[in-house]
């Protein structure tokens, strides 16, 4: 009765505007029932319009009517509302893609837990006898499935409680006693507890890697932070440098135009006094030059011979000086002079450049976090850098790493004592590897006491890692005796190791023949004898610890 009451009010007591439970009920005049709210709100909008309708049947009206609370509706829903409180909420019905209750009629509640043994669901109101019932409180229950067929044997109708190791697959107990009859079978439960182990075993190991991962992604981006403030810190002083540098250059640029306008002033101001000192002496050679011609014209001879006598007086060495005057005079040398330091300036800013270059190369190769590239993919290798990313000078005894990061051996081992043994710039764990060309090495047991260690390097062509890249070299097939002990095994594995870095052979140029392949400095026995010398498996370890081989 109560879900019944709770449909009446959801469906017959419901206002058409909210969609709720009528609230102050009001009954307009074709009958229908509003919110008083609701209904007022309704035709406030068309009281510009002094037409008002029903929301429902569109009837109009005119003038407005007058809204009562209609009370015995009223009455009836909150009655009514007490039932609705008893009836489940609405969010307990099965909706779509839930587990429907199978004992429910009507409308069915969503099922909470599902019964291995009965092969049904139920909700928290059937379910009950479950929690109840003695006989009924041993059957299995689980989280609500809507996939109990699968949990059923298809042969025998039967739970599918028992796995079978040897099929790997599900069955009932009647399984056991037919078609897997002598078979691995344990219980499901015993099962899951043995996979539950595994799982734990796996999920310790996801754990530790997740540990290890966030790790390196915290040394990463600590990584990353110390590379962004390193090339912070070395733009703020290049820029430093580069304008005390432009500031240097703008004070010598002006020392320079002061200089050639100073000497300019210099002879400018000498050139404009023997300016001054030529006009006035030709205007006075002028004067008397005048004073000569209408003598000349004179008839009065008396007056000629009293004035020819002054007139004719030749100009001194102080009035008529000779001057030697350079038609070319310029500031070439000056210009000659500033174009040579251009010039040299340039070849040194050139020189420079090109170890700036050189370093901020080195760093941006060495500073690549990308674990992988495709192979297409165009890049620059180690093998390119000409020096030491660490002290940025030619390398000496150079070392490559498999991360493809090269030192100096002195500056691997330097960072080693500081750091530990991973790679100064990527941060990986440090592994050296050689040149060693592609090749096989087998090993065989020969007799009791000795290994047979057979290497096989093919011919090919020198990689940039070579003294001579592009050149064909020859290969080797030799073999090497071991003795078979437990310090000659260990020995063999470091040996492996060495061979799978590339350490044991090397190319070696050679002047006019082919070049070749030929033992790097890790000592091999040809013999028995030599081999099962005192101390021969100790060089061997030493030569490879000296490699990172230990």
Known sequence: MAQAAGLLVEEQLSCSICLDILKDPATIPCGHNYCMGCIKG?????????????????????PRPVLKKNTLLDEVVEQLKTGLQAAPPAHYYAGPGDVECDFCTGRKLKAVESCLVCLASYCETHLQPHYESLALKKHNLVKATGNLQEKICSCHDK????????????????????????????????????????LGVTQSKFQQRIQEREKELQDLRQAVQSLKRSAQAAVEDSERIFTELIRSFERSRTEVKELIRDQEKVAVSRAEGLLERLEKEIAELRRRDTELEQLSHTEDHIHFLQSCQSLCVPPGPGDLSSLTINPHISFEAVRKCVSELKEHLEDVCKNEMSKISKAGRAMGIYGCFTETREPSEARVTAAEVETCPTCLKPWQNKQRLICTHAFCAACLRDSVSRVGRQCPVCLKALTVVGDQP???MTVQYVGNKLFSITYNIPNGI?????????????????AAILTNTPEGQEVLKLLRRAFDQKLVFTVAATDGAEDRVIYADIPHAGHQNECSQPGFLNKVKAALRAKGIQ
């Open 159 to 198: 739970a599918l409680e028992i796995y079978c190791r040897t099929d790997q697959q599900f069955i009932c107990y009647l399984c056991t006693i037919e078609d897997h009859r002598g078979h691995d079978t344990v219980s499901v439960a015993k099962e899951r507890t043995e996979k539950q182990k595994q």
């Open 42 to 62: 309704y035709w406030d909008q068309d009281d510009h319009t002094v037409v008002y309708s029903c929301p429902q049947c569109r009837e109009t009206f005119n």
């Open 438 to 440: 592609e090749g096989q």
């Open 462 to 478: 020198q990689t940039e890692a070579h003294p001579n890249p592009g050149k064909p070299f020859i290969g080797i097939q030799t």
